[in-house]
């Protein structure tokens, strides 16, 4: 895998069928160790480590219906009443971010009606927080620690 922008975990990793496999902690098993999923591995860590995001808070690959058509949200971080507040797209490290990722994370966003959203693809990453009423969006310079969520 591609070295990543973020600091290093161990992960718990296996071969099954050829396949290298990765634990997810927040579906409680086994995938399929691709660019995309170490990605989503990693920064789901790194809000773990580094800025207090709870796991037990967190969900990966959450299903969502958007015009009839099923979608899946890569991290959806919830509050402390279990409602959503984040929500974080990720892509491999190979794809670049531009307006078509943003546009993507955004219509999710319909469904969900979080305050913040996060765009990374391992190297880059971006936060954004949606004032609702202004209709706004504001870029922040860091990832926020999760007690800033609100």
Known sequence: MQKLNLPPYEFRVRSEGGKTMIFDP????????TPEEDVRQHFAMYLTKEKGYPVSLMMTEHALKLNEQTRRSDIVIFNRKGEPAGLVECKAPHIKISQ???????RYNLIFRVKYLFVTNGLAHYCCKV???KAEIAFLTAIPHYNELG
């Open 131 to 133: 004032d609702f009423e």
């Open 100 to 106: 078509k990722v943003f546009d993507q994370v955004s």
């Open 26 to 33: 927040y579906r409680k098993k086994y995938l399929q160790l």
